[in-house]
């Protein structure tokens, strides 16, 4: 699925991040294959993802390009 | 006679945002610090000496040097795809130093940089600062193994309590004695063989390494992913290795709070009223300017100025006549204190009004920043804001709207977009009431008396708002930017850190305005000596009797509204009207055209023809609800 249709509380994990973004994102410590945490969600707006001690907002349309799976813990 | 000092060590504090670079620059530092505006930006870059005792100075031997301490930006990485990258590779660049602080809770982000700047081979100390926050959250890092992954020598820190600083200081300085004298290799971090390998080419033509690296990696997308891809790889391996308790930790409740859509929309509204409308516009806007404006400098400066200038010239106040033809030396004096004048009333306005608001405004904004919850409104705010054109990042010049637009108009540098930039000023100069003109509207709505009148004008506000930014967002091709944001952990304060935020913006902005704030005083004192502006008066009366159905002597409040936007208001307090026409009056006069400074930054910022469109907009919009609210039978 796509990341602005994950809920809050669901573990992630990136299957495939579009190419404009890798280069922002790996540097702010998200990469595909990572397992995060869905933090928070804002309806219409960004989802907040946890990464060991660390969160980063990603804008809905952004969100929109970044696909992900729910993973069973 | 002492020789000269003549060599300067250039020494950079690099690193993330909100690690705690400030805390440590200060305590290096102490307060004499210079600002330097980096060129075509709002980044300001922090410098100031680093002094040595005179038993360092022996011990290290210092005698020739003078070290020089440069606060860069806070920045994930410097690839120069920003204001605030471009200039902290200036600093690198620059620097025969760096220290790299990195935060024990953020070791995986932050590593990613030190990498970074590894690679560039410069003499390099790294800084593991806000330790204690990783005590408390029970994360453990061998520090030995890190050091040796990285090659660097590592200074743990808790800046907020000073702990660890002072070993930095010596290491500093031992690593420029080091240097100086050769005797000892000085530690540059372990260089990345896979990276090595992919700027390998790129080495020959280049001066230096940095030049080499930055080549390679802005070559092409896929180079530069090749390239982060492997420090990525690199940085999680090392953290794996030297930090325990890699798991999710609990957040702290009330940081959960505030990203909660409802919980936190709501705390969003409280903290804005709080900081906007009590704290700037009522205590800062109303007590304390009030105290300035009226009990210091009209007291005592005004008088005094006054007094001297019309010995040698005579001021003429009230005159509307043509005093270049008729009393030329009377011009003069009356363009330096009359009633516009340029020696009176100019820094009335600047220091009374301006300077208090302006601190005040800062003041508010870094608690904001410090505490971590700016990232959080924006969170909150993106959703909406995307929809009008913006993403979340134009809430900091919004807000700033609410202090003084022109110097939120200069705030949208910050931002990445030309679109956003301009819808950003287009809803500044149009909806957004300065807190000077705040603090008077105030006092007119409270005047009618109960909730109406605010809701009334809120309400018109919020719907010019709102249709101005889905109209530009139709309007003007392209996107918003998006929005990417780190969130920082919330945390409490510092006034130090605040205060010192505060003195250096205020002080970097003033010096910006000031000249503007000259100019407009210039033009409207040239219009009243010409006698111009008796007939522009004269002239625009119809328009408010017959459109917006107010009594006439409200024109010359909105003719010296596009001078200084509250100056207007403060005259209309003395015409009678009835309510109805009250809240036309303040609607009008909030969606009325930009002051005259704002102008002069909008067209400085954009162009002439955007600062332009913008400006006759708002006549459209201020005259057309305003003839509609007129006409509604609300009261
Ligand atoms: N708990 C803790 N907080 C710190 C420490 N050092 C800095 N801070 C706080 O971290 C925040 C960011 O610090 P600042 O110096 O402004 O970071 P900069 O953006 O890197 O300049 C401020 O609220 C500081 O008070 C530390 O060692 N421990």
């Keep these: 699925m796509q990341l602005d249709q994950a809920k809050s509380g669901q573990s992630l994990n990136i299957n495939e991040i579009p190419s404009e973004l890798k280069s922002n994102l790996i540097r702010l410590g998200i990469c595909e294959g990572d397992r995060v945490l869905c933090a928070s969600k804002i309806p219409g707006g960004p989802v907040v993802l946890q990464k060991d001690l660390q969160e980063i907002a990603i804008g809905n349309s952004y969100a929109k390009l970044i696909k992900v799976e729910q993973c069973k813990s | ?635």
């Excluded at chain 2, 700037?280 to 007094?307: H, K, M, Q, R, W």
Aim: hydrophobic share 45%; charged share 15%.
């Design chain 2, 1 to 635: 006679m002492q020789e000269l000092k003549t060599k300067t060590i250039n020494v950079a504090l690099v690193g993330n945002p909100n690690v705690g670079k400030s805390v440590i620059f200060n305590y290096l530092t102490g307060i004499y610090v210079d600002v330097s505006n980096y060129p075509g930006t709002t980044i300001e870059i922090t410098s100031a000496k680093i002094n040595a005792t005179e038993e360092e100075i022996n011990r290290y031997q210092l005698e020739d040097f003078e070290i020089k301490l440069v606060d860069s930006p806070g920045v994930y990485g410097i690839s120069s795809q920003n204001d605030e990258e471009t200039a902290t590779l200036t600093c690198v660049e620059q620097a025969n130093i760096i220290i790299n602080v990195v935060s024990s809770t953020s070791l995986s982000r932050d590593l990613f940089l030190t990498k970074q700047l590894a690679d560039m081979g410069k003499p390099m100390i790294l800084v593991i600062n806000q330790c204690d926050e990783a005590r408390i959250r029970k994360v453990a890092i061998d520090t030995k193994a890190l050091s040796e992954g990285l090659g660097l020598d590592i200074i743990e820190a808790v800046a907020i309590k000073e702990e660890g600083l002072d070993s930095l200081k010596a290491s500093i300085l031992n690593t420029i004695h080091s240097r100086n004298s050769k005797i000892a290799q000085v530690k540059t971090g372990t260089l990345s063989i896979a990276v090595e390998k992919e700027i390998a080419s790129y080495l020959d033509d280049c001066l230096t390494r940095s030049e080499a690296l930055l080549k390679a990696e802005n070559s092409s997308n896929e180079k530069r992913e090749t390239i982060y891809k492997i420090r990525r790889q690199e940085v999680d391996e090392l953290v794996s290795k030297v930090v325990s308790q890699q798991q999710f930790s609990k957040r702290t409740f009330v940081g959960h709070l505030l990203l909660n859509p409802i919980i936190g929309s709501i705390t969003a509204a409280l903290v804005l009223y709080l900081f906007l409308f009590q704290f700037l516009g009522v205590f800062i806007a109303g007590t304390v300017v009030d105290f300035l404006e009226n009990s210091v400098l009209n007291t005592y400066y005004t008088p005094f100025v006054e007094g001297i200038v019309s010995q040698v010239f005579p001021v003429i106040k009230d005159s509307n006549n043509n005093l270049i033809l008729e009393q030329p030396l009377a011009a003069i004096g009356t363009m330096l204190a009359g009633d516009y004048g340029l020696l009176t009333l100019t820094p009335t306005y600047l220091y009374a009004l301006l300077m208090p608001l302006v601190l005040g405004f800062y003041f508010g904004l870094a608690v904001l920043e410090d505490s971590g919850y700016l990232p959080r409104l924006a969170v909150l705010v993106d959703g909406v804001l995307s929809k009008l054109g913006m993403n979340g990042r134009a809430i900091i010049p919004l807000i700033l709207g609410g202090g003084c637009v022109t110097m939120a108009t200069v705030t949208t540098r910050l931002l990445s977009s030309k679109k956003e930039k301009i819808i950003t000023m287009a809803l500044l100069g149009l909806t957004i009431p300065c807190s000077a003109q705040l603090g008077v509207i105030q006092g007119l709505l409270s005047n009618i008396g109960g909730p109406k009148p605010w809701l009334v004008w809120a309400g018109t506000l919020f719907i010019v708002f709102v249709l101005t930014g889905m109209l530009l967002n139709k309007l003007i091709p392209g996107d918003g930017g998006h929005f990417i944001t780190d969130i920082p952990p919330l945390r409490i304060p510092r006034i130090n850190n605040i205060l010192q935020k505060t003195i250096i913006r205020s002080k970097v902005f003033l010096d910006e305005a000031t000249p503007a704030f000259f100019i407009a005083a210039a033009v409207v004192g040239s219009l009243q000596v010409t006698g111009l502006l008796k007939l522009v008066i004269k002239y625009s009366e119809p328009m408010i009797t017959e459109v917006l159905l107010l009594p006439k002597e409200v024109a010359i409040s909105f003719i010296l509204g596009m001078v200084r936007r509250d100056f207007g208001a403060f005259g209309l307090m003395d015409v009678p009207m009835s309510d109805s026409q009250l809240v036309t009056a303040c609607v009008v006069l909030t969606l009325f055209v930009p002051c005259i400074a704002t102008v002069a930054i909008m067209i400085k910022e954009q162009n002439f023809k955007i600062a332009m469109a913008i400006w006759l907009s708002s006549w459209f919009l201020a005259f057309g609800f305003g003839a509609l609210l007129a006409r509604l039978p609300l009261f």
